[in-house]
């Protein structure tokens, strides 16, 4: 199989703080990862690409400075959101794909709640 | 533009029934079509991509060119299928993905 694990799966913060999401390949390794923000009954948003060893790209009208992205090793990529605000309030889910295939594996999501 | 369509936010039938999940697309290339499927709960996992041209589940999906179209059928719908479904569009090699709206799929007994 191919596990996707996301951490933590909820998280409270205070508005002001920053908050980090980790997303980890579990059994595959993967030199991309994606990460999406989901709004409830709506469709997931993708937010960036996250690419191990070089800087992730970012879709147009995400602040690459408010959402930073770490993609250290083939199996960890994380999810920073600075200065965080009650808007940012949402769920972020990642996706891997194996080297090579174009089938996404989604992590569990992580619900973040800005205070 | 890259665009996946999904007309339907909510579908509902009773068990029994037979079900189709519209789904249209926009691409310039030559499209790669998946359908994901999240049950409540859960993560969003892979239901079933035209490449394969499978059956999952009592799901089927044809890759319309023509119509650009790319709907989600099953002949006698289950309670459990009971879901959020995703039809969605590869954007590159690298397995970036642009999603539809989702359906709701609502199985009555």
């Known amino acids: 199989g191919a596990v996707v694990s996301q951490h933590p799966s909820r998280v409270i913060c205070k508005s002001g703080t920053s908050v980090k999401i980790e997303c980890r390949s579990l059994?595959?390794?993967?030199?991309?990862m994606f990460w999406y923000r989901q709004f409830p009954k709506q469709s997931l948003m993708l937010m960036a690409t996250?690419?191990?060893?070089?800087?992730?790209?970012?879709e147009q009208g995400v602040e690459k400075d408010k959402f930073l992205i770490n993609h250290a090793s083939l199996t960890l990529s994380t999810l920073t959101v600075t200065s965080a605000h009650p808007e940012d309030s949402s769920f972020y889910i990642c996706?891997?794909?194996?080297?090579?295939?174009?089938?996404?594996?989604f992590g569990q999501g992580t619900r973040l709640t800005v205070v | 533009a890259q665009r996946v369509t999904q007309p339907e936010k909510l579908l509902s039938v009773f068990k029994g029934a037979p079900v189709e999940l519209k789904c249209n697309y926009s691409?310039?290339?030559?499209?790669?079509l998946f359908w994901y499927v999240q049950y409540s709960r859960q993560r969003l996992q892979l239901l079933l991509r035209?490449?394969s041209r499978e059956s999952i589940k009592g799901f089927t999906a044809d890759l319309n060119k023509g119509e650009t179209s790319f709907h989600l059928k099953k002949p006698f719908a289950q309670e459990e299928d009971s879901a959020m479904y995703y039809c969605a569009l590869v954007y590159n090699q690298g397995g970036k993905l642009i999603f539809g709206q989702g359906t709701e799929l609502s199985v009555k007994p």
């Open positions: 035209h490449i």
């Open positions: 691409y310039s290339g030559s499209p790669e």
């Open positions: 059994d595959f390794q993967a030199t991309t």
């Open positions: 996250s690419n191990e060893g070089s800087k992730a790209t970012y």
């Open positions: 996706s891997a794909s194996k080297i090579g295939s174009t089938e996404a594996f």
